[in-house]
Protein backbone atom coordinates (compact mmCIF):
# COMPACT_ATOMS: atom_id res chain seq x y z
CA UNK A 1 0.00 0.00 0.00
CA UNK A 2 1.42 3.50 -0.54
CA UNK A 3 1.23 5.72 2.65
CA UNK A 4 -1.24 7.89 1.22
CA UNK A 5 -3.75 4.74 0.98
CA UNK A 6 -3.20 5.09 4.94
CA UNK A 7 -3.81 8.37 5.06
CA UNK A 8 -7.44 7.85 3.19
CA UNK A 9 -8.18 4.74 5.74
CA UNK A 10 -7.78 7.43 8.65
CA UNK A 11 -4.55 6.20 10.27
CA UNK A 12 -2.71 9.19 11.94
CA UNK A 13 1.38 9.47 10.85
CA UNK A 14 1.94 8.84 14.18
CA UNK A 15 0.15 5.90 15.19
CA UNK A 16 1.60 4.49 11.32
CA UNK A 17 5.06 5.73 12.53
CA UNK A 18 4.76 3.91 16.06
CA UNK A 19 3.61 0.73 14.01
CA UNK A 20 6.38 0.55 11.64
CA UNK A 21 9.53 1.20 14.19
CA UNK A 22 7.76 -1.91 16.31
CA UNK A 23 8.33 -3.88 13.25
CA UNK A 24 11.32 -6.07 14.23
CA UNK A 25 12.36 -4.10 16.64
CA UNK A 26 11.47 -3.76 20.76
CA UNK A 27 12.13 -1.49 23.83
CA UNK A 28 11.34 -4.25 26.42
CA UNK A 29 7.43 -4.22 26.60
CA UNK A 30 6.65 -0.62 25.67
CA UNK A 31 4.13 -0.32 22.61
CA UNK A 32 3.57 3.31 22.67
CA UNK A 33 6.88 5.61 21.38
CA UNK A 34 6.96 9.70 21.27
CA UNK A 35 8.83 10.68 17.91
CA UNK A 36 11.32 12.04 21.13
CA UNK A 37 11.39 8.34 22.57
CA UNK A 38 11.83 6.50 18.92
CA UNK A 39 14.62 9.29 18.33
CA UNK A 40 16.25 8.35 21.02
CA UNK A 41 16.41 5.08 21.29
CA UNK A 42 15.92 3.23 18.06
CA UNK A 43 19.00 1.02 17.09
CA UNK A 44 19.05 -0.72 13.19
CA UNK A 45 21.74 -2.69 15.31
CA UNK A 46 18.59 -4.07 17.37
CA UNK A 47 16.44 -5.02 14.48
CA UNK A 48 15.02 -9.08 14.87
CA UNK A 49 16.59 -11.18 11.79
CA UNK A 50 13.32 -12.60 11.64
CA UNK A 51 10.21 -12.21 9.36
CA UNK A 52 8.03 -9.16 11.18
CA UNK A 53 4.30 -10.28 10.72
CA UNK A 54 2.09 -7.15 9.84
CA UNK A 55 -0.78 -6.92 12.58
CA UNK A 56 -3.92 -5.07 11.44
CA UNK A 57 -5.46 -5.27 15.17
CA UNK A 58 -1.88 -3.51 16.54
CA UNK A 59 -2.11 -1.01 14.04
CA UNK A 60 -5.86 -0.11 14.87
CA UNK A 61 -4.95 -0.48 18.60
CA UNK A 62 -2.14 2.18 18.07
CA UNK A 63 -4.46 4.63 16.00
CA UNK A 64 -7.26 4.67 18.40
CA UNK A 65 -5.23 5.46 21.14
CA UNK A 66 -3.33 8.62 19.49
CA UNK A 67 -7.16 9.65 17.77
CA UNK A 68 -7.82 9.21 21.54
CA UNK A 69 -4.80 11.41 23.19
CA UNK A 70 -3.99 14.73 20.35
CA UNK A 71 -6.12 17.55 20.66
CA UNK A 72 -10.04 18.59 19.33
CA UNK A 73 -8.53 21.41 17.28
CA UNK A 74 -5.95 18.46 15.33
CA UNK A 75 -9.16 16.08 14.83
CA UNK A 76 -11.22 18.53 13.71
CA UNK A 77 -8.59 19.88 11.03
CA UNK A 78 -7.28 16.05 10.27
CA UNK A 79 -11.25 15.43 9.18
CA UNK A 80 -11.46 17.81 6.53
CA UNK A 81 -9.80 15.68 4.36
CA UNK A 82 -12.66 13.13 4.65
CA UNK A 83 -15.07 15.64 3.94
CA UNK A 84 -16.18 15.97 7.51
CA UNK A 85 -16.05 19.64 9.09
CA UNK A 86 -16.93 20.10 12.84
CA UNK A 87 -14.88 23.19 13.41
CA UNK A 88 -18.23 25.51 13.24
CA UNK A 89 -20.27 22.99 15.38
CA UNK A 90 -21.47 24.41 18.51
CA UNK A 91 -20.99 21.34 20.55
CA UNK A 92 -17.14 20.81 18.64
CA UNK A 93 -16.09 19.67 21.66
CA UNK A 94 -18.73 17.23 22.98
CA UNK A 95 -19.46 15.50 19.84
CA UNK A 96 -15.67 14.93 19.81
CA UNK A 97 -14.76 13.59 23.18
CA UNK A 98 -17.96 11.32 22.78
CA UNK A 99 -17.12 9.88 19.23
CA UNK A 100 -13.53 9.61 19.62
CA UNK A 101 -13.71 7.14 22.70
CA UNK A 102 -14.88 4.13 19.86
CA UNK A 103 -13.44 5.51 16.76
CA UNK A 104 -10.36 3.29 15.72
CA UNK A 105 -10.09 5.33 12.66
CA UNK A 106 -10.34 9.07 11.14
CA UNK A 107 -12.66 6.88 8.72
CA UNK A 108 -15.53 5.27 11.89
CA UNK A 109 -14.58 8.75 13.98
CA UNK A 110 -16.00 10.47 10.68
CA UNK A 111 -18.87 8.04 10.52
CA UNK A 112 -19.53 8.38 14.35
CA UNK A 113 -20.06 11.96 13.90
CA UNK A 114 -22.39 11.83 11.10
CA UNK A 115 -24.40 9.16 12.75
CA UNK A 116 -25.40 11.41 15.30
CA UNK A 117 -25.47 15.20 13.74
CA UNK A 118 -27.22 13.96 10.56
CA UNK A 119 -30.77 12.76 11.31
CA UNK A 120 -31.43 9.10 10.17
CA UNK A 121 -33.05 8.24 6.74
CA UNK A 122 -33.96 4.87 8.04
CA UNK A 123 -34.43 2.69 10.73
CA UNK A 124 -32.32 -0.73 11.77
CA UNK A 125 -35.37 -3.10 11.16
CA UNK A 126 -34.46 -5.70 13.53
CA UNK A 127 -33.75 -3.22 16.69
CA UNK A 128 -37.19 -1.54 15.88
CA UNK A 129 -38.88 -5.36 16.00
CA UNK A 130 -37.11 -5.92 19.04
CA UNK A 131 -37.78 -2.78 21.09
CA UNK A 132 -40.85 -0.87 20.24
CA UNK A 133 -43.61 -2.05 21.52
CA UNK A 134 -47.04 -1.20 22.32
CA UNK A 135 -46.43 0.95 24.91
CA UNK A 136 -43.47 2.52 23.82
CA UNK A 137 -44.92 5.07 21.94
CA UNK A 138 -47.25 6.69 24.57
CA UNK A 139 -43.99 6.07 26.44
CA UNK A 140 -42.28 7.84 24.24
CA UNK A 141 -44.43 11.11 24.26
CA UNK A 142 -44.75 11.25 28.06
CA UNK A 143 -40.79 11.37 27.61
CA UNK A 144 -40.41 14.06 25.34
CA UNK A 145 -43.32 16.30 27.05
CA UNK A 146 -40.49 15.62 29.94
CA UNK A 147 -37.69 17.12 27.99
CA UNK A 148 -39.70 19.77 26.95
CA UNK A 149 -41.01 21.13 30.00
CA UNK A 150 -37.94 21.07 31.66
CA UNK A 151 -35.55 22.45 28.27
CA UNK A 152 -34.03 25.55 30.10
CA UNK A 153 -32.49 23.23 32.76
CA UNK A 154 -30.72 20.95 30.08
CA UNK A 155 -27.25 21.89 28.97
CA UNK A 156 -25.22 18.73 30.01
CA UNK A 157 -25.63 15.09 29.73
CA UNK A 158 -25.94 15.16 33.07
CA UNK A 159 -28.79 17.28 33.50
CA UNK A 160 -30.37 15.30 31.34
CA UNK A 161 -29.27 12.22 33.42
CA UNK A 162 -30.99 14.14 36.35
CA UNK A 163 -34.69 14.06 34.83
CA UNK A 164 -34.51 10.50 33.22
CA UNK A 165 -33.55 7.94 35.74
CA UNK A 166 -36.82 9.27 37.88
CA UNK A 167 -38.70 8.97 34.90
CA UNK A 168 -37.83 5.29 34.52
CA UNK A 169 -37.72 4.66 38.03
CA UNK A 170 -41.45 6.19 37.87
CA UNK A 171 -42.77 4.38 34.82
CA UNK A 172 -41.20 1.21 36.43
CA UNK A 173 -38.95 0.48 33.14
CA UNK A 174 -35.82 -1.20 32.37
CA UNK A 175 -33.03 1.06 30.70
CA UNK A 176 -32.90 -0.63 27.35
CA UNK A 177 -36.85 -0.24 26.98
CA UNK A 178 -36.28 3.54 27.17
CA UNK A 179 -33.08 4.00 26.07
CA UNK A 180 -33.02 1.72 22.82
CA UNK A 181 -36.03 3.00 21.09
CA UNK A 182 -34.48 6.80 21.88
CA UNK A 183 -31.28 5.60 19.87
CA UNK A 184 -33.27 4.13 17.08
CA UNK A 185 -35.30 7.29 16.86
CA UNK A 186 -32.40 9.44 16.78
CA UNK A 187 -29.66 7.50 15.00
CA UNK A 188 -31.49 4.64 13.46
CA UNK A 189 -29.89 2.41 14.95
CA UNK A 190 -29.35 0.78 18.56
CA UNK A 191 -25.68 0.74 18.92
CA UNK A 192 -25.08 4.30 19.49
CA UNK A 193 -23.19 6.17 22.27
CA UNK A 194 -25.06 7.23 25.85
CA UNK A 195 -28.61 8.80 24.56
CA UNK A 196 -28.27 11.55 27.62
CA UNK A 197 -24.53 12.51 25.66
CA UNK A 198 -26.24 12.38 21.92
CA UNK A 199 -29.89 14.56 23.71
CA UNK A 200 -27.17 17.09 25.05
CA UNK A 201 -25.67 17.28 21.77
CA UNK A 202 -28.70 17.44 19.55
CA UNK A 203 -30.33 19.42 22.28
CA UNK A 204 -34.12 18.94 23.26
CA UNK A 205 -35.85 20.29 20.23
CA UNK A 206 -33.90 18.55 17.51
CA UNK A 207 -34.51 15.71 19.79
CA UNK A 208 -38.02 15.71 20.49
CA UNK A 209 -38.34 16.05 16.21
CA UNK A 210 -36.41 13.14 15.26
CA UNK A 211 -38.44 10.77 18.18
CA UNK A 212 -41.34 11.90 16.56
CA UNK A 213 -40.52 11.74 13.07
CA UNK A 214 -38.93 7.97 13.95
CA UNK A 215 -42.78 7.40 15.65
CA UNK A 216 -44.74 8.72 12.49
CA UNK A 217 -42.43 6.43 9.69
CA UNK A 218 -41.21 3.63 11.57
CA UNK A 219 -42.66 3.03 15.26
CA UNK A 220 -46.12 3.14 14.48
CA UNK A 221 -46.09 0.66 11.74
CA UNK A 222 -43.82 -2.30 13.87
CA UNK A 223 -46.58 -2.08 16.29
CA UNK A 224 -49.38 -2.21 13.93
CA UNK A 225 -46.82 -5.19 12.13
CA UNK A 226 -46.82 -7.00 15.62
Same mark, same amino acid.
Given at each position: ????????? =?????????? *???? !???? !????????????? *???????????????????????????????? +?? *??? +????? #??? %?? /????????????????????????? %??????????? +??? /????? %?? #????????????? *? +????? #???????? #???????????????????????????? !?????????????? =????? %???????????????????
Amino acid at each position: MDVMDYKRL =GYLPEALLNF *LVRL !GWSH !GDQEIFSMDEMLE *LFDPENINKSASAYNTEKLNWLNAHYIKNVSN +DR *LAN +DLKFH #ECE %IH /GHDKKEMVLDLCKERANTLVELKDA %ISNILKAPSSY +DKK /GSKKF %IK #ETTVDMLHSYTKL *L +DETNQ #ELHLACDI #EAITKPFIEQNELKFPQLFQPIRIALTG !GTNAPSVYDIIAIL =GVSET %IKRINTAIEKNFDKEIVND
